[in-house]
C-alpha cells in the first residue's frame, strides 16, 4: 500500500509564498499536485513525471514550481506570489509508472488571506 504524506501548508497573507512537500513510499511515480477549492472541481495545478519534464495550468505558470527528488519519492511545490484566488485545499497525486495506478494524499489547506 503506497501512502502519501503532506505537508506545508497553512496561511499566508497575498504577495507570500509557501512551499508544498509530499513524500511517496516506495515504488517510481509520476507525481502532480491538484487543488479543489470549496464548491469548484479538483484541478491540476502542476505535475513532474519521473524524468522531469513539467507541466502547470496557466493561472500558476510563472509562480509556482514544481520540482522532485527521486532518491527520497518526494515532489516540492514552490508557491509564490501567492493570490487569494489560490486559497484551496492541495493534494497530492502519485501514479505508479508501470501499473498506471494513482494513489492520493490527504490533502493540506493553503489559505492566502490579508
Known amino acids: 500500500q503506497v501512502q502519501l504524506v503532506e505537508s506545508g501548508g497553512g496561511l499566508v497573507q497575498p504577495g507570500g509564498s509557501l512551499r508544498l512537500s509530499c513524500a511517496a513510499s516506495?515504488?517510481?511515480?509520476?507525481m502532480g499536485w491538484y487543488r479543489q477549492a470549496p464548491g469548484k472541481q479538483r484541478e491540476l495545478v502542476a505535475a513532474?513525471?519521473?524524468?522531469?519534464?513539467?507541466n502547470y495550468a496557466d493561472s500558476v505558470k510563472g509562480r509556482f514550481t514544481i520540482s522532485r527528488d527521486n532518491a527520497k519519492n518526494a515532489v516540492y511545490l514552490q508557491m509564490n506570489n501567492l493570490k487569494p484566488e489560490d486559497t484551496a485545499v492541495y493534494y497530492c497525486k502519485a501514479t505508479r509508472v508501470v501499473t498506471g495506478i494513482a494513489y492520493w494524499g490527504q490533502g493540506t489547506q493553503v489559505t492566502v488571506s490579508s
Open positions: 516506495g515504488g517510481i511515480f509520476s
Open positions: 513532474i513525471t519521473s524524468g522531469g519534464s513539467t
